[in-house]
């Protein structure tokens, strides 16, 4: 099994440099592939401010990679629940974080705005400080 970087799940799906996607998509083709849930945070953050990406978007990119047979995703429950929150609305982060989280009683945060869309969605007891 191999880990992969940020790098190349951005190459995979962007395609920005055609050679490194296509060196990364032989990899993901070729070999049993782990992914870490903080890769799955940069890449979202990567995609949408450095390549502009929408959220849309994103989500069709990180629900192929969960379709993978071979991939193995870091806490895959908490990173196909953050994906599941993010459509609907609530920033990836956040959703990672709190879907990541579903051991402790509540969530604790200065964000409103988080608090507020989290529970719109039933993702638990959101405490705002």
């Known amino acids: 099994m191999i880990a992969i970087d940020t790098d190349v799940l951005v190459q995979v799906l962007t395609n920005a440099d055609p050679v490194q996607a296509q060196r990364a998509a032989e990899l993901m ?16 953050w990567v995609l949408r401010y450095a ?15 969960l379709g993978l047979w071979n991939a193995k995703f870091e806490d895959l ?5 953050a994906i599941s929150w993010y459509g609907y609305g609530v920033d990836f982060g956040d959703a990672l974080h709190l879907a990541s989280s579903r051991e402790a009683e509540e ?21 705002v400080l």
Do not use: C, W
């Open 29 to 44: 083709e070729s070999a049993d592939i782990y992914i870490p849930k903080t890769v799955m945070l940069e890449t979202e």
């Open 77 to 81: 429950p908490a990173v196909a629940l």
């Open 51 to 65: 390549y502009g990406i929408d959220k849309t978007r994103i989500m069709k990119g990180f629900q192929k990679l």
């Open 107 to 127: 969530f604790a945060t200065f964000d409103n705005s988080f608090a507020q869309k989290g529970k719109q969605i039933s993702a638990g007891n959101i405490v």
